[in-house]
Every structure is written in structure tokens, then in C-alpha cells.
């Protein structure tokens, strides 16, 4: 399957994780590309060899390092994109691929006493730090099983969420989907039948501790592609968002606790491994189809599985 020449994808946050695989799997379906991208120059070497493989597959590709989030940037870049696509050219697919967001808890953190390494140590006759490091080490060597006793997760002791904290998360992981899909609307870059995409995650229901704004973020999200699926819907808008299941990404290992939610996410999806980039990739790439065409203001849950079993083990 291949789209139409004058085709575009706009992916907001697209050198790694989720952006980055879409990036590429649109590209193979020979979707050019434009990427919005926010990263140091250290990084650039890794990222222009990824760049590079989407070149390769003759498709146009324009990059941006530039902030996604400040008005006048999303201004330039909408113009210079624009120009690129030419007269024919359209926006078929939005990706809103931002993470950026804090990550603090929202009070200082009282654990519950750990009571069964203690009580193991004392069965075994072994010392308890000896057994503590036992368990730490086969941990950390991948054995899931023994994320309950492992030591838990270490977060700030001093800095809590603030207002300001939670405003800006919500900006930047939530509502900028909107604004960047305005400018594009107002500019008149969308093909007749477009799509919208954002990135939600398990956390919109249930409380992981130090993602509260995060949180707050997609349920925001969740909302803003709501409405666009109603209100954008007579301009040919499909507007969807993206439920993946654990999926081992930069954002992911930036969340304290993060190598325990892996080992739950591993044990619980029936499958027994995390979500990929690529799972997503191949998702977002399905509902970009005409024959997908129907499919609008839903949360669609990539996880294999994951958030529907109870089983742990």
C-alpha cells in the first residue's frame, strides 16, 4: 500500500520513541515527512542516522530542531513546510508526540514498612542486606518476579508538584494539540481526509505515583480530541488517540519506578513483553488508510492485551 504522492505526515517530537517508528513506517508507505524535533547537538549524530534510513526510501523529509511548544516557532515552521509541500501538497496525518512533563510527586512520600525480606531473610537464615542485594542484582538482571521485593522506586524528598508544574505539563503533553492543530486548519495544509493523533497511556486511569501531571496531561488530551472529532469532523478530520501499552522509550526510563512498571507491564500482558514503537507505528499507519476513514474520537489501546488481564504472572 502506498499513499499518494502529495501526501504529508507533521510529527511533533519525532527522533525517538513512538514519532521516530511512525516517522519511518509512513515513510515506507511513501508518506513524506516533516519532523519537529527538540534535542541537543550531542544527540544529533544518533538522529541523523535515522534520518538518513527515512531518506532512504525516497520519500521528502523535513526536519526541525526547534521548540514545539513557542507560537512563533509553530508559526515558521507551518510556512516552511508549506512552501515544501508545494500547491498539491497536504497534511494527511498529525502526530502529537511531546513529552515533556514533570514528573515530582505531589507530597513527601511515607513508604509502608517492606516486611517480606525481612521475614525471608530470617526463614533462610541469611542476612537481610546480603538477601536485599540478592534480590536488586537478579532484578535488575531481568527476573520480573521479584519486582515486589525489589527495592522500591527513589523520588524526590523535596520538590512537589506546583500550579505551574501542572500548567505547563498540561500544555505541552495535552492542549498543544490543539493549537498546532488550528495553525495547520487556519492555513488550510490539511488533505479532505485527514488525521489527528495523540498519545495517551494507562496512566489517564490509573495513579502511578510522580505522573500526576502526566496524567492530568492525557486526560486533557483525551478531551481536546474529543471535541476535534465533532467539531473538525465537517473539515474531513478524523481525530483518534493512541492508548499504548508499557513501552520502553526515553520518556518511559525518565519516570521514577520506571524498570517496575516494565516488569508488571511483562507479567500481566499475555503476551509477556512490552509494547514496541513499532506496534504503534504499525496502528497509526492502519488508521491513516481511507478505509479507516470511519474511525474517530475513540482511545484506541495498542497493548496486546495488557490493559485487559488480570492475570500477574
Not at 503533553?173 to 494507562?202: C, I, K, N, P
Request: glycine share 8%.
Amino acid at each position: 500500500m502506498k499513499f499518494p504522492a502529495d501526501d504529508w505526515a507533521l510529527i511533533l517530537g519525532g527522533s525517538s520513541g513512538f514519532g521516530l517508528a511512525t516517522a519511518k513506517k509512513l515513510a515506507k508507505h511513501a508518506m513524506s515527512i516533516c519532523v519537529v524535533h527538540r534535542d541537543r547537538r550531542g544527540a544529533m549524530a544518533r538522529i541523523e542516522a535515522e534520518f538518513e534510513e527515512i531518506r532512504a526510501t525516497g520519500v521528502k523529509l523535513v526536519t526541525r530542531n526547534a521548540d514545539a511548544l513557542d507560537a512563533e516557532v509553530r508559526g515558521r515552521i507551518l510556512a516552511d513546510l508549506a512552501s515544501e509541500m508545494g500547491p498539491s501538497g497536504r497534511l494527511r496525518v498529525l502526530l502529537h508526540s511531546v513529552a515533556l512533563g514533570n514528573l515530582k510527586l505531589i507530597a513527601p512520600e511515607r513508604p509502608p514498612p517492606r516486611k517480606a525480606v525481612a521475614a525471608l531473610a530470617e526463614v533462610l537464615g541469611v542476612e537481610e542486606d546480603r538477601l536485599a542485594d540478592a534480590v536488586n542484582r537478579l532484578f535488575d538482571d531481568g527476573l520480573d518476579e521479584l519486582n515486589t521485593l525489589a527495592s522500591p522506586p527513589d523520588y524526590p524528598s523535596t520538590a512537589f508538584l506546583e500550579d505551574e508544574d501542572f500548567a505547563r505539563t498540561i500544555h505541552s503533553m495535552g492542549t498543544s494539540l490543539l493549537s498546532w492543530t488550528q495553525d495547520v486548519l487556519a492555513r488550510g495544509l490539511f488533505a479532505d481526509d485527514a488525521r489527528v493523533f495523540g498519545l495517551t497511556s494507562e496512566g489517564n486511569t490509573v495513579a502511578w505515583k510522580g505522573y500526576a501531571a502526566v496524567a492530568a496531561a492525557k486526560v486533557a488530551l483525551e478531551s481536546v480530541s474529543r471535541t476535534m472529532a465533532v467539531e473538525l469532523a465537517p473539515y474531513g478530520i478524523r481525530s483518534n488517540v493512541i492508548q499504548a501499552g508499557i513501552t520502553e522509550t526515553p520518556a518511559l526510563r525518565a519516570i521514577p519506578g520506571s524498570d517496575h512498571l516494565k516488569a508488571q507491564a511483562r507479567l500481566r500482558n499475555p503476551f509477556h513483553r512490552l509494547t514496541t514503537p513499532e506496534d504503534v507505528a504499525n496502528v497509526i499507519c492502519l488508521l491513516s488508510t481511507p478505509e479507516a476513514g470511519w474511525i474517530n474520537g475513540e482511545v484506541i489501546r495498542v497493548d496486546g492485551g495488557e490493559h485487559i488481564s488480570g492475570a500477574s504472572s
